[in-house]
């Protein structure tokens, strides 16, 4: 009857062992670093702005030396 006992406790023994390393290894992937997107600035309108006024002033004012009126 020992014999039988011992058997079957080494048996059971075996069987949870087994299923105590059932699930394997953990492995953890690392995550890539995020990616970071520059904002668009805000005053990227100002100076195409400014020289178009400019360019506009320039060209509407122009040059108020007129020329002689011959009679």
Do not use: N, Y
Not at 24 to 52: F, K, S
Not at 53 to 69: F, K, R
């Amino acid at each position: 009857m020992k014999h039988l006992v011992a058997h079957v406790v080494a048996v059971a023994l075996g069987l949870s062992a087994t299923t105590a390393f059932a699930g394997g290894p953990v492995v953890i992937e690392e995550e890539g670093q995020p990616e970071v997107v520059a904002e668009t600035p805000r005053t990227g309108w100002i100076v195409p702005v400014v020289v178009g006024g400019i360019i506009l002033c320039a060209v509407l004012c122009g040059d108020d030396d007129e020329a002689p009126v011959r009679d």
